[in-house]
């Protein structure tokens, strides 16, 4: 998966934490979002639903989904 960045804010209690635990911090949280955003995960969560038809096809949901807009009459459904 592409390493960029995320908007993330932290919460802390704490106002005593050093910048290069802060930074440890933000990368263990990258590596937990980047094990689980990517194509196989998405297209485990979404349907297509093409006209008439809904489909599962990996290839099919990446096709759309790399499109700048979705074509008219197709929907993505998240299964959750």
Known sequence: ????????????????????????????????VAAVDNDEAFCTAHELVKRNAITSKRKSIIKAVNRSRLRSFYFLLNKN
């Open 1 to 32: 998966m592409n390493d960029y960045s995320r908007d993330i804010i932290f919460l802390l209690k704490e106002t005593c934490f050093t910048k290069e635990y802060l930074k440890q911090e933000m990368e263990f949280v990258h590596k937990i």
